[in-house]
């Protein structure tokens, strides 16, 4: 068996991985919320959500509070679960170096 | 990628899991602080009970007010005591806002973000009623469960925002609101059990904090 293939080519990148950890455990995370916990840049954060909403593992809600726009972000039960195959795989990876 | 990079990438998983839901940066030299503004108050509070016991020729082991109907200078003790209560919160939220305030910093950590303002809502809430709750008893004259209303609601408090900070904090409230229910039955020593529950009590927890997390340079 090959140890490596249930990795998530996706959650490679750490800002990936970074953003599913805060979803997995935070109901709903707004975009400037994710950009100060993972300290990246809007351009940088806006493309890997991107990313990940095309695949559908985050959803996007688009809202206002008064004028100003507030995006914020919550994690799919398809996202949970490539999360969560991920995490498995990383552990059986270290399971079978060790 | 070897063994070492995925357990580097399960650690920042669990280090960014744990970051975005709880706050942190609580100090425990905070804590010390709001114990000792607690402690400072306290006397305060004793001398000015002092005084006004002597003051007045009534038995000297019972202060909750309603022996007390007609002596005039009721309002008075209750306004200085008001006081008090006051400066030993601005004293605590000072010293406690400043030592997180620079714990934040070192650890280069924002202070006011998503979990800092769970943690001030989840205490604000009991907090408040608590709050209320108090100020009605004051204008009925129960005095004497002020301080033990105080622990209480106190406590309860902390139980509630401990999901999201130290969990440690959870023993605390239940501390505090342990010592609340008991100073219940034990009316007239409301300023030992206070000078205890938000003295004693922070001063030790503080230096617990202190110990465990604070001492030595961040690590894990």
Redesign the interface.
């Known amino acids: 068996m090959n140890p490596?293939e249930h990795l998530n080519k996706l959650f490679e990148s750490?800002i990936r991985?970074?953003v599913m950890?805060?979803l997995?455990?935070?109901e709903e995370?707004?975009f400037n919320?994710l950009k100060?916990?993972?300290d990246v840049t809007d351009g940088n954060l806006a493309s890997h959500l991107s990313t990940l909403e095309d695949n559908a593992y985050i959803k996007v809600h688009k809202g206002f509070v008064g004028r100003k726009t507030n995006t914020t972000y919550s994690i799919t039960k398809a996202g949970e679960k490539a999360f969560k195959g991920h995490?498995a795989a990383?552990?059986a990876?270290?399971k079978f170096?060790? | 990628?070897?063994?070492q990079q995925?357990?580097d990438?399960?650690k920042?998983?669990k280090r960014?899991?744990e970051?975005?839901?709880r706050f942190m940066s609580l100090s425990g030299l905070g804590g010390v602080g709001a114990g000792l503004s607690g402690l400072i108050g306290a006397w305060f509070a004793w001398r000015i009970l002092d005084d006004y016991r002597n003051g007045a020729t009534v038995p000297a082991d019972a202060y909750d007010g309603a022996a007390y109907d007609g002596t005039g200078n009721l309002n008075v003790l209750i306004l200085k005591l008001l006081l008090i209560a006051a400066a030993v919160l601005l004293g605590a939220l000072t010293t406690g806002s400043y030592f997180t305030w620079r714990k934040a910093r070192q650890q280069g950590l924002?202070i006011w973000?998503?979990t800092a303002r769970k943690v001030v809502f989840n205490l604000a809430v009991p907090l408040v009623a608590g709050g209320f709750f108090i100020l009605g008893m004051i204008y009925n004259g129960f005095y004497g469960f002020v301080s033990p209303a105080c622990l209480v609601f106190y406590g309860l408090a902390l139980i509630n925002a401990s999901k999201f900070t130290m969990p440690e904090l959870r023993y605390v409230g239940f501390i505090e609101t342990g010592l609340g229910i008991f100073a219940t039955f034990w009316l007239g020593h409301g300023l030992f059990f206070w000078a205890l529950g938000f003295g004693v009590v922070h001063i030790l927890y503080g230096t617990i904090m202190w110990w465990k997390y604070e001492r030595a340079p961040q690590g894990a």
């Open positions: 490596i750490r991985l970074g950890s805060v997995m455990v935070n995370v707004s919320d100060a916990m993972l995490l990383l552990e990876m270290i170096t060790q | 990628m070897n063994e995925h357990l990438t399960l920042d998983i960014i899991m970051r975005s839901t924002p973000d998503a």
